[in-house]
């Protein structure tokens, strides 16, 4: 849902076949949703669960793993396309979004040549390709988004990340803007909830307040790329379902409520948001107020830069687990 009054997006975190044949569609015609985003561990569960791929599977028996996957995802990612593409034509996103293979991370030219296949592939010109935030990544960011294409960039967890991610992509914005005429997107994914899981019951034994963590971490980044002043690229809350009862299941979509943002969240998460989807913007927040809640944690004897480099590991490495069992699925 697009907010008209403060320009938040609302995405869904989730793609499987028989959604989209189905309920996908009826969630963007109400305006619940205006784009759509998956990874790595998303399609393994939806394809290693659903027997809706089990008819295209059938006709692809001699293929390699890989092959297979892209197949199934490739199509998935196009018919999500098809629905979103009437709001991408009016201005109010209707992105979707596929992410190179993750073993890719530390490899610029195979994840450039990965990212120009797929964007291909699928046809439609409002897919964006997801790129982690590592050194490499960077430089895949830059390269395609000078072709035109547009760039989802992912496992954002530092603020070191945020500023080269955007460093990379306003120069590849800036190359296509010389000779090309398409409005490019980008978003800058910034993980949240898992600082949270991490640390709360650290921060809640030293006497501070659990829950925040994520989305001061996540205020700052935003601060970053606002302070850019670049319409094409905004930073997207990611990782922000809630795990377990802790908090109320629409926390971080509430929490993180601001201008010229996107919130890609899953489905049971947006469901619960839409039950009072009015709220007033929670952001931006003052610097100076993050800067004392950061002194705050760091006084604490909590590293912040060892878990930034944490959490960045663990992503990466949440990803291959799920690509290479997947792949082992589909063998």
């Excluded at 189905?22 to 790595?40: H, M, Q, R």
Aim: glycine share 6%.
């Amino acid at each position: 849902m697009v907010n008209e009054r403060i320009g938040f997006s609302l995405w869904l975190d989730f793609i499987e076949r028989d959604h989209l044949q189905k309920e996908f569609g009826l969630l963007v015609a109400d305006g619940v949703i205006n784009g759509a985003t998956s990874n790595p561990t998303i399609f393994a569960s939806s394809i290693e669960t659903s027997p809706a791929y089990t008819a295209q599977l059938d006709t692809m028996q001699n293929h390699s793993a890989k092959t297979r996957y892209e197949a199934l995802a490739t199509t998935d990612i196009k018919m999500a396309a098809e629905a979103l593409y009437p709001l991408y034509e009016e201005g109010r996103d209707g992105f979707v979004s596929i992410e190179v293979d993750p073993f890719l991370c530390d490899d610029a030219e195979g994840t450039i040549e990965e990212g120009r296949r797929l964007y291909k592939e699928i046809g439609m010109e409002n897919v964006m390709i997801k790129v982690p935030a590592t050194d490499a990544g960077y430089t895949a960011m830059k390269s395609l988004m000078s072709e035109g294409i547009h760039v989802n960039a992912t496992l954002i967890f530092s603020p070191m990340q945020a500023m080269r991610c955007l460093d990379a992509m306003q120069e590849g914005l800036r190359i296509y803007r010389a000779g090309g005429d398409k409005n490019v997107r980008g978003v800058l994914s910034v993980f949240v909830s898992r600082f949270d899981r991490a640390l709360d019951e650290k921060l809640e034994s030293v006497g501070l307040q659990p829950g925040r963590l994520g989305i001061v971490n996540a205020a700052r980044i935003y601060n970053m790329v606002e302070a850019r002043k670049e319409k094409a690229l905004r930073t997207l809350f990611a990782s922000t379902g809630v795990k377990g009862s802790a908090y109320e299941a629409d926390y971080y979509i509430k929490e993180l409520m601001a201008p010229h943002s996107v919130n890609t969240a899953p489905l049971a998460t947006i469901e619960a948001f839409m039950e009072h989807p009015l709220h007033a913007p929670k952001l931006p927040m003052d610097e100076a107020a993050i800067d004392t809640f950061f002194k705050a944690v760091e006084a604490a004897g909590i590293d912040v830069q060892s878990l930034y480099e944490r959490l960045i590991d663990e992503g990466l490495t949440a990803f291959k687990d799920s690509f290479a069992r997947l792949l082992s699925h589909l063998e």
